[in-house]
């Protein structure tokens, strides 16, 4: 029996491989940068930005806004955590 497609099934794979990206490198920045989160999350918004960049310049892959925004998602979580957690210190 098989079983139906879901949500992340019907993702194209260009879209996966973004948001495991963002998954992977942007706790990674948010670490390092632990005292400075908006530098942190700008500093996340340069790179998956420039990746986008470096794909439509080397005709890589399809450069589209929601690749960015797949890649940014996560470090805009951890920022919006860190910063209510901060709140409530």
Same mark, same amino acid.
């Given at each position: /029996?098989? *079983? *139906?497609?879901? $949500?992340?099934?019907? &993702? ?6 973004? &948001?495991?990206? %963002?998954? #992977?490198?942007?706790? #990674? ?8 989160? =908006? ?6 918004? $340069?790179?998956?930005? %420039?990746? !986008?960049?470096?794909? *439509?310049? @080397?005709? @890589? %892959?399809?450069? !589209?806004? =929601?690749?960015?925004? +797949? %890649? #940014?998602? +996560?470090? &805009?979580? $951890?920022? $919006?955590?860190? !910063? &209510?957690?901060? /709140?409530? !210190?």
């Amino acid at each position: /029996m098989r *079983r *139906r497609p879901n $949500f992340i099934d019907k &993702l194209p794979n260009d879209k996966k491989s973004h &948001l495991v990206l %963002g998954l #992977v490198i942007n706790p #990674v920045i948010f670490t390092i940068l632990i005292n400075h989160n =908006l530098y942190a999350l700008i500093t996340c918004f $340069f790179i998956h930005g %420039g990746i !986008e960049i470096y794909q *439509r310049i @080397t005709k @890589t %892959g399809k450069a !589209e806004w =929601l690749d960015f925004i +797949s %890649g #940014v998602y +996560s470090a &805009l979580w $951890f920022w $919006f955590l860190i !910063e &209510l957690s901060r /709140m409530f !210190e």
